[in-house]
């Protein structure tokens, strides 16, 4: 009985980091790339979420396409909000940018609340709704989460491809190096941090309809609190490194679990908070993170 | 010379600015002779929307039928309806308003404990009759030094009898032996029901395995539940509100938990049912207002009142909602006068109310004696099981 307890908090604990590493690595991407702290990430995947529930429940579109739709919108979504709020304050201090990207969150989510409600809206279950048992002992892993981790482990992958091995993420990769020197070198800067927004919140939005489909219920403030879980798990592996927000995202789903099942479960969040302090003041680049000196 | 311009412009502007505000004054006092004008704090938006409007439809159907009917001491009566964000201290601004800039001569609302008590300080401090159909918080009418609150009222029975029949319930008609607690620890009237619940079991022979905790708007309860699992409970009450009780059941089922879930008037709404899924809801009781399965008269012409004008069933918050309205009228009326001060001892004074929720009589603490009724859901539907008087 206890071994199975064991497992079964395993398991949950890995379904929810899957979650948290899912947003993550958005996060982490964008700021690899143009070192902005996008706050309004968790509001994309929001966003992304109820794009998958339009198209789900009045559409009646499958899961895949409402994934991929869904990323597409979210993509379009995230260009035009770098284009309208973060471009115009490109060369401003940093505090600028994070204070409009808080603004920018804001607004989305009080938009979506005046446009569509603040009630709680029920995806439609596109995923089988199927249990696997776990070495024949009661433990039990849903279908759901095989998914989600599926997903994530291959977006991660996919992105490492992207940006290690493809021109636009050569490009994404000398942007982040030093701006001036890419554009002397003939890249279209403009053109490589809109594709960086562009994945970004594609990886977001595919988020929002996967978590969507997993809880399924979505409400406006969905963003907020796994948002800020995910800034935790990119954080905890080292900000700016995408294999380091998929172990943060995972790090931290087990640590949660863990504290619930010793009977801590009202503590969760600020062991997961406190665990961001312990990093930020001991390990500040994250677990995965090499101690680079920033260039003066 | 500039100067003094620019002096006598500001001065101008200020003058015309408080002219304005006057006659406003008046307008506003002379509308009030004519008609009667109650307050409405309710959740139009924000986590328990669905309590919060549905009371309002409640509301606003009974107060069309008076109206209708010729209002009342020949007055028709004006609904002043705010939002409260089911946020207690914009509940405390929204009654503060009410009294203040809109002068009503009673509160209706808020939908829950908590917000209630968030609005109840600017209603006394105002003297201004503040009532709350569903806050079945113990403490809302009584203050912590079991000292009654004046303009404090509420027309639904109280937390600790949700409790103790839940517990009762449990052990005598379930003969269940073996509980677990889950409670939503953010939340009073959960804490509530929880506490009662805890006092009760054990003395009636059941006992506690486990009691574990959870926070509103959480979304993953898989921990919490494989904890619970492992103490092989029998029986679960999960004192909480539909959106997390929604989503607890039905990954309690996914964690192969398939013991009966019992529960409060939280668990009504329709959103239970969508969030849950039909195949996670069996073995699911819980304590109630009002059952649409009764089959009285009154009930009865209020569910064909309530869909021909919403064009939906009425559900417990709507005939809550529909009681409280009839309820403050028929105190307005035995007051003989649109006075706060006269409708609040018309109001404590309530001797067999009959409403859509049964007959109810305010007792001295300000809570009224009303019965209880038990739901089950059934493949997600309620089912009415048994009603008890208190």
Same mark, same amino acid.
Do not use: W
């Given at each position: 009985?206890?071994?199975?307890?064991?497992?079964?908090?395993?398991?949950?604990?890995?379904?929810?980091?899957?979650?948290?590493?899912?947003?993550?690595?958005?996060?982490?991407?964008?700021?690899?790339?143009?070192?902005? $702290?996008?706050?309004?990430?968790?509001? /994309?995947?929001?966003?992304?979420?109820?794009?998958? @529930?339009?198209?789900?429940?009045?559409?009646?579109?499958?899961?895949?396409?409402?994934?991929?739709?869904?990323?597409?919108?979210?993509?379009?979504?995230?260009?035009? /909000?770098?284009?309208?709020?973060?471009?115009?304050?490109?060369?401003?201090?940093?505090?600028?940018?994070?204070? =409009?990207?808080?603004? +920018? %969150?804001? @607004?989305?989510?009080?938009?979506?609340?005046?446009?569509?409600?603040?009630? =709680?809206?029920?995806? &439609?279950?596109?995923?089988?709704?199927?249990?696997?048992?776990?070495?024949?002992?009661?433990?039990?892993?849903?279908?759901?989460?095989?998914? $989600?981790?599926?997903?994530? $482990?291959?977006?991660?992958?996919?992105?490492?491809?992207?940006?290690?091995?493809?021109?636009?993420?050569?490009?994404?990769?000398?942007?982040?190096?030093?701006?001036?020197?890419?554009?002397?070198?003939?890249?279209?800067?403009?053109? =490589? $941090?809109?594709?960086?927004?562009? /994945?970004?919140?594609?990886?977001?939005?595919?988020?929002?309809?996967?978590? !969507?489909?997993?809880?399924?219920?979505?409400? &406006?403030?969905?963003?907020?609190?796994?948002?800020?879980?995910?800034?935790?798990?990119? +954080? /905890? !592996?080292?900000?700016?490194?995408?294999?380091?927000?998929?172990?943060?995202?995972?790090?931290?789903?087990?640590?949660?679990?863990?504290?619930?099942?010793? !009977?801590? %479960?009202?503590?969760?969040?600020?062991?997961?908070?406190?665990?961001?302090?312990?990093?930020?003041?001991?390990?500040?680049?994250?677990?995965?993170?090499?101690?680079?000196?920033?260039?003066? | 010379?500039?100067?003094?311009?620019?002096?006598?412009?500001?001065?101008?502007?200020?003058?015309?600015?408080?002219?304005?505000?006057? #006659?406003?004054?008046?307008?506003?006092?002379?509308?009030?002779?004519?008609?009667?004008?109650?307050?409405?704090?309710?959740?139009?938006? *924000?986590?328990?929307?669905?309590? *919060?409007?549905?009371?309002? #439809?409640?509301?606003?159907?009974?107060?069309?039928?008076?109206?209708?009917?010729?209002?009342?001491?020949?007055?028709?009566?004006?609904?002043?309806?705010?939002?409260?964000?089911?946020?207690?201290?914009?509940?405390?601004?929204?009654?503060?308003?009410?009294?203040?800039?809109?002068?009503?001569?009673?509160?209706?609302?808020?939908?829950?404990?908590?917000?209630?008590?968030?609005?109840?300080?600017?209603?006394?401090?105002?003297?201004?009759?503040?009532?709350?159909?569903?806050?079945?918080?113990?403490?809302?009418?009584?203050?912590?030094? *079991?000292?009654?609150?004046?303009?404090?009222?509420?027309?639904?029975?109280?937390?600790?009898?949700?409790?103790?029949?839940?517990?009762?319930?449990?052990?005598?008609?379930?003969?269940?032996?073996?509980?677990?607690?889950?409670?939503?620890?953010?939340?009073?009237?959960?804490?509530?029901?929880?506490?009662?619940?805890?006092?009760?079991?054990?003395?009636?022979?059941?006992?506690?395995?486990?009691?574990?905790?959870?926070?509103?708007?959480?979304?993953?309860?898989?921990?919490?539940?494989?904890?619970?699992?492992?103490?092989?409970?029998?029986?679960?009450?999960?004192?909480?509100?539909?959106?997390?009780?929604?989503?607890?059941?039905?990954?309690?089922?996914?964690?192969?938990?398939?013991?009966?879930?019992?529960?409060?008037?939280?668990?009504?709404?329709?959103?239970?049912?969508?969030?849950?899924?039909?195949?996670?809801?069996?073995?699911?009781?819980?304590?109630?207002?009002?059952?649409?399965?009764?089959?009285?008269?009154?009930?009865?012409?209020?569910?064909?009142?309530?869909?021909?004008?919403?064009?939906?069933?009425?559900?417990?918050?709507?005939?809550?909602?529909?009681?409280?309205?009839?309820?403050?009228?028929?105190?307005?009326?035995?007051?003989?006068?649109?006075?706060?001060?006269?409708?609040?001892?018309?109001?404590?004074?309530?001797?067999?109310?009959?409403?859509?929720?049964?007959?109810?009589?305010?007792?001295?603490?300000?809570?009224?004696?009303?019965?209880?009724?038990?739901?089950?859901?059934?493949?997600?539907?309620?089912?009415?099981?048994?009603?008890?008087?208190?």
């Amino acid at each position: 009985m206890i071994m199975e307890e064991i497992i079964q908090q395993i398991v949950n604990g890995v379904s929810l980091g899957s979650i948290y590493a899912l947003i993550a690595l958005g996060y982490t991407m964008v700021y690899g790339i143009i070192k902005l $702290i996008n706050f309004a990430h968790g509001d /994309i995947y929001m966003i992304g979420a109820y794009v998958g @529930f339009a198209l789900t429940t009045f559409l009646k579109l499958g899961f895949f396409p409402a994934l991929i739709l869904s990323m597409v919108i979210c993509a379009i979504l995230g260009v035009i /909000i770098e284009k309208v709020a973060y471009k115009p304050i490109r060369n401003s201090t940093r505090i600028a940018a994070l204070i =409009t990207a808080i603004s +920018v %969150s804001l @607004f989305l989510e009080y938009g979506m609340m005046y446009f569509f409600k603040p009630d =709680t809206r029920t995806f &439609p279950s596109l995923l089988p709704d199927k249990q696997i048992k776990i070495f024949n002992t009661d433990a039990v892993l849903d279908i759901k989460n095989v998914y $989600i981790i599926v997903v994530t $482990i291959s977006l991660m992958l996919l992105l490492q491809y992207v940006i290690h091995r493809t021109k636009v993420g050569k490009a994404m990769r000398a942007v982040s190096l030093d701006r001036d020197a890419a554009q002397l070198m003939g890249i279209d800067i403009n053109k =490589t $941090i809109s594709n960086t927004f562009a /994945i970004g919140s594609a990886l977001a939005g595919a988020a929002g309809v996967l978590v !969507g489909t997993y809880y399924n219920s979505i409400n &406006p403030l969905m963003g907020v609190v796994p948002g800020l879980k995910a800034f935790v798990a990119a +954080v /905890i !592996g080292g900000i700016g490194i995408i294999p380091g927000a998929v172990f943060g995202g995972f790090f931290l789903g087990i640590t949660e679990t863990t504290i619930s099942s010793l !009977g801590g %479960s009202l503590y969760k969040d600020a062991v997961a908070f406190a665990i961001l302090i312990l990093v930020l003041l001991l390990k500040p680049n994250g677990f995965l993170g090499k101690d680079v000196k920033e260039k003066v | 010379m500039k100067k003094t311009m620019t002096l006598f412009m500001a001065l101008a502007l200020m003058v015309s600015v408080l002219t304005g505000c006057g #006659a406003k004054d008046t307008g506003g006092s002379g509308k009030e002779s004519d008609t009667i004008k109650i307050g409405l704090n309710y959740e139009l938006s *924000g986590n328990v929307a669905t309590y *919060g409007q549905s009371s309002v #439809a409640g509301i606003e159907l009974a107060i069309d039928e008076v109206n209708k009917d010729g209002g009342v001491l020949g007055k028709q009566i004006e609904l002043i309806k705010v939002d409260n964000k089911s946020d207690s201290a914009e509940a405390a601004n929204v009654s503060t308003r009410l009294a203040t800039r809109d002068k009503v001569v009673a509160i209706l609302g808020p939908a829950t404990s908590g917000n209630t008590k968030g609005a109840t300080p600017p209603a006394m401090q105002n003297k201004v009759p503040l009532i709350s159909s569903s806050a079945t918080d113990d403490d809302v009418t009584v203050d912590s030094n *079991g000292k009654v609150r004046e303009y404090i009222f509420k027309t639904c029975f109280n937390d600790s009898f949700q409790g103790v029949t839940m517990a009762n319930f449990a052990f005598n008609d379930l003969k269940l032996k073996n509980a677990a607690i889950l409670f939503d620890n953010t939340s009073d009237y959960a804490k509530g029901l929880m506490n009662s619940f805890k006092k009760t079991y054990p003395s009636l022979g059941g006992k506690i395995l486990v009691e574990e905790t959870y926070q509103a708007k959480e979304t993953d309860f898989k921990a919490v539940l494989t904890k619970i699992k492992s103490t092989n409970p029998e029986v679960i009450y999960i004192p909480g509100y539909y959106e997390e009780v929604g989503l607890i059941v039905k990954q309690a089922r996914e964690l192969g938990i398939e013991v009966p879930v019992l529960g409060g008037d939280g668990y009504d709404s329709p959103k239970l049912l969508e969030i849950a899924n039909k195949d996670s809801l069996h073995d699911v009781y819980y304590t109630n207002h009002y059952s649409p399965m009764d089959t009285a008269p009154e009930v009865v012409a209020f569910k064909e009142a309530f869909l021909a004008k919403n064009g939906k069933d009425a559900d417990a918050f709507n005939a809550l909602g529909y009681d409280l309205a009839k309820f403050l009228v028929d105190a307005i009326d035995r007051a003989g006068e649109a006075n706060s001060e006269k409708i609040k001892d018309a109001l404590a004074s309530t001797k067999d109310f009959k409403g859509v929720t049964g007959s109810l009589s305010i007792d001295e603490n300000h809570n009224p004696v009303k019965a209880v009724t038990i739901l089950e859901l059934v493949d997600g539907e309620p089912k009415f099981l048994k009603k008890l008087e208190p």
